[in-house]
């Protein structure tokens, strides 16, 4: 029996061996004396199922218990060996006249034909928890790779930890980088199944007197199989003070330092508790001590795998929110920056974005037949918001001169104008004394000719007072009337005689102060309209992702119209961008309720809306968007608090948007 022994040693497994009654008396036990074969004798089916038996010896017993078909459903990974005389299809026969060492060798055969049956099974279980623990591995870093809040990332890793190691609590660190040579640990997020705390974010002194400061210096795990008893060499301790608060007992801890693609540490994952079942709660040392057991194993193995992808994760999480917030801070400081050009009308396109975000969520929700298969998604709404953010950013392609130009007449006109009005006023006077003059040489000096000599002068300075202040007034940039227009053409004709070719006003002035509203030339205004040109020329240069590639187009067709009607290529109701559509109600809502203009005064909400449902009703605009929009009161997201004062006159800028609005 010593070769059965020796042998099977080799194999590192142990085995029981179960054997009926019948064979109690066999020789063959006494000789065995090896913690790895366990001869045991079962007389009942309630026995073998305690002992769990890898050798079933069957006698007539055992079978009288239940049949071998049943034993084979009960213990189906056992060996089953019976004498010849019992006639069963068992695996092995032992011969009721086989000498001492034949049998022994029939022993040897079962527990290797036991050895090779559950070393296959163990390969098979192995190959199919690899399987499963890649699959899982697989989805894990799908999950975490999808995720960029850095707090909801933070969940899901220990989330994910727990499961895989089956422990009652996690917590995560990460490092701040203080200063180029200065660092610091900080306890972001923890976990626990058996209990609620409050917790709140803290820094822990990055050095080796605690367990996360040591694992994130030295970069290596830590694994400890009781938080209390660590040994007095090393330089970590436990720190107790959670669990002498609650109650709770921290036990088994394994510490996994988490590291970037440059192998450096930037943080620290900590296991607490492995459990015997997830379901269980560990409420004190008692519980501690029952249902806890240490990290190892295929455990560690995943938890290594799983802090592996989460370093990465939370790499990536961290830069792509550093990108998305520099971008952000990009975008604002240029629209800031270009809101400088514009002060009256600063604040403009922040409302705006804030006006299409609310929109674009309320059609999300909206039951309205027409909109009920529109839904924007995150992506789409970051886009939306982008584009209204830059919308108008092409105003730094149009000139100074029309973009500040408060009056009718460009700038120094009106001081050209009165420097020819004094001069006539000269000349006339310089005639009146030439008369007067000619009367004396002549020696018919007549007091009464003198007198209307001085009437006609006064009355054509006054004449020409008067049209100056008519040209002062109608400079303004208010709506041009029809006795304003016949005044013009007065002063536009008016000459000191039919020799003098001076004139009061030119011909591209008299043009200029004709304008029927506001203060624009048809050129200028096209001038204006050409920032939505600007606008698409300048985002069509910045190399946006493929999730925001449609910023550019979005942002062009702002002033388009349903019907054709807008610029600047005249798009039909089909081809303008559903964002575009939001983004034309919110541009024309904020535009008319902003801070008043020389020519138009900020408008209420009821007026507004009342606008708003006219142009869609004259299908300009899209009347599913304008009723969503009035609806869901998308307005009340920018209040009285976040517009702009009253214009007080220090500074004047045409708003692009502000072109479309004249005739309301």
């Known amino acids: ?47 073998a199922k305690r002992y769990n038996p890898g050798l079933i010896l069957l006698d007539h017993h055992l079978l009288r218990e239940m049949p071998l078909e049943k034993w084979r459903e009960e213990f189906p990974g056992a060996i089953y060996l019976a004498t010849e005389s019992m006639d069963e299809d068992v695996d092995l026969i032992l011969s009721n006249n086989l000498p001492y060492k034949q049998t022994c060798k029939m022993l040897e055969m079962a527990c290797y034909q036991w050895v090779t049956k559950n070393e296959k099974a163990e390969r098979a279980h192995l190959q199919e928890s690899s399987g499963r623990y890649l699959k899982k591995l697989a989805e894990i870093g799908i999950s975490l790779s999808s995720e960029d809040d850095l707090i909801t990332l933070l969940r899901k890793i220990l989330s994910e930890g727990q499961n895989i190691a089956c422990c009652d609590a996690a917590s995560l660190f990460l490092m701040n ?21 409050p917790f709140e974010e803290q820094t822990v002194a990055l ?61 620290v994952l900590e296991f607490i508790n492995k459990k015997k079942a997830r379901s269980l709660k560990i409420t004190d040392e008692k519980s501690a001590n029952a249902y806890t057991e240490a990290f190892e194993g295929d455990t560690n193995i995943l938890l290594q795998a799983l802090a592996s992808q989460a370093g990465i994760a939370i790499e990536n999480t961290i830069l792509y929110n550093d990108i998305k ?31 299409c975000v609310g929109l674009a969520a309320s059609v999300s929700q909206s039951n309205l037949t027409r909109l009920r298969d529109i839904r924007f998604n995150d992506t789409e709404v970051m886009e939306l918001k982008y584009a209204a953010l830059l919308h108008d950013f092409g105003k730094v392609g149009v000139r100074e001169s029309v973009l500040v130009k408060e009056k009718k007449l460009t700038a120094g006109s009106l001081e050209n104008i009165n420097y020819r009005i004094q001069l006539a006023q000269e000349k006339l006077r310089t005639k009146a004394l030439n008369r007067q003059l000619l009367l004396h040489q002549n020696g018919r000096v007549n007091d009464a000719e003198i007198q209307e000599i001085n009437a006609e002068l006064k009355n054509d300075l006054q004449l020409l007072n008067e049209f100056y202040q008519s040209i002062v007034e109608l400079n303004e940039p208010s709506v041009l009337k029809q006795d304003n227009r016949d005044m013009l053409e007065r002063i536009s004709a008016y000459r000191l005689s039919q020799d003098d070719d001076l004139t009061i006003i030119s011909q591209n002035e008299f043009k200029l102060l004709t304008i029927s509203r506001g203060s624009l030339s048809p050129e200028e205004r096209k001038e204006i309209e050409s920032h939505v040109v600007h606008t698409q020329n300048f985002l069509e240069h910045i190399p946006w992702t493929k999730e925001l590639g449609n910023i550019p187009s979005i942002a062009a067709a702002h002033h388009e119209k349903l019907d054709g009607s807008g610029y600047p290529y005249g798009m039909s109701a089909a081809e303008i961008p559903t964002q575009s559509k939001i983004m034309t109600i919110c541009d024309i809502y904020d535009a008319l309720t902003a801070s008043d203009r020389p020519y138009k005064p900020a408008m209420n909400m009821e007026r507004a809306i009342d606008i708003l449902k006219d142009e869609s009703q004259k299908g300009l605009l899209d009347g599913d968007l304008v009723e969503v929009f009035i609806d869901a009161q998308v307005f009340q997201c920018i209040n009285a608090e976040n517009l702009p004062g009253e214009n007080t006159g220090t500074g004047y800028s045409h708003h692009p948007c502000d072109v479309d609005l004249h005739k309301h």
């Open 177 to 197: 980088e203080l200063t180029h040579d200065r660092r610091e640990l900080v306890f972001k997020l923890t976990q626990n199944d058996s209990m609620d705390f």
């Open 325 to 355: 917030n520099l971008f952000e801070g990009f975008v604002n400081a240029s629209v800031s920056a270009i809101e400088q050009r514009d002060p009256t009308t600063s604040g403009h396109s922040f409302r705006v974005a804030d006006l």
């Open 207 to 267: 050095d080796h007197d605690s367990i996360a400061g040591h694992v994130a210096l030295t970069g290596q795990e830590l694994n400890i199989h009781d938080a209390y008893l660590v040994p007095q060499n090393e330089s970590y301790v436990f720190n107790k003070s959670f669990d002498r608060k609650t109650g709770y007992r921290t036990k088994s801890v394994i510490a996994i330092p988490l590291k970037d693609k440059q192998k450096e540490v930037i943080g």
């Open 1 to 47: 029996m010593h070769a059965v022994m020796n042998s099977f040693a080799n194999t590192q497994h142990s085995i029981t061996i179960g054997y009926g009654p019948g064979f109690a008396k066999s020789e063959i036990w006494k000789d065995i004396n090896s913690k790895l074969i366990i001869p045991t004798e079962i007389v009942s089916t309630a026995a």
